[in-house]
């Protein structure tokens, strides 16, 4: 692992692709376990009542769905580089979608708040290494 590889507080412009050519691809979020993305779904009964799971997993899109409606926006789940466990980065925009997702910093400090609310998340979100395309 490198330092470059852990996750930023802010985005440098050597990220921004209105500033550099094709920079890697990263997620502005939070890192959260898989485990307390299935105890909030459970927790505010978000699943369908006949709700039959294959995988863990195949109850994200329904705790998506939840969270989309309570910000108003559309977050994504994408693998962190430095990843540890069963993790994802809960993504609020990617440096890509930033220009147009981000409507002012009030709209995202609400997005923030309500994430860290409904989730109990303390921390601040992060720019974090989608390890999709980590080259």
């Known amino acids: 692992m490198t330092e470059r590889r852990k996750p930023l507080e802010q985005l440098t412009p050597e ?3 209105l500033l550099t050519k094709s920079p890697p691809k990263l997620c502005y ?3 959260v376990e898989v485990d307390r993305l299935l105890e909030y779904a459970l927790a505010e ?3 369908p009542e ?3 799971p294959k995988s ?3 109850a994200l899109p329904y705790v998506l769905d939840r969270l989309n409606e309570l910000t108003g926006t559309r977050l994504r789940l994408c693998e962190p580089w430095l ?3 069963d993790q ?3 993504t609020i925009y990617t ?3 930033m220009h147009r997702k981000h409507y002012s910093d009030d709209y995202d400090e609400l997005i923030v708040e309500v994430l860290q609310e409904e989730l109990g998340i303390e921390e601040r979100p992060m720019w974090h290494w989608d390890a999709s395309c980590a080259t």
Do not use: A, M
Request: no cysteine; glycine share 8%.
């Open 50 to 52: 006949d709700f039959k």
């Open 56 to 58: 863990r997993y195949t």
């Open 15 to 17: 990220f921004d692709p």
């Open 95 to 97: 440096n890509y979608s």
């Open 88 to 90: 994802f980065v809960l």
């Open 83 to 85: 990843r540890v466990g």
């Open 29 to 31: 979020g939070f890192v």
């Open 45 to 47: 009964d978000v699943l």
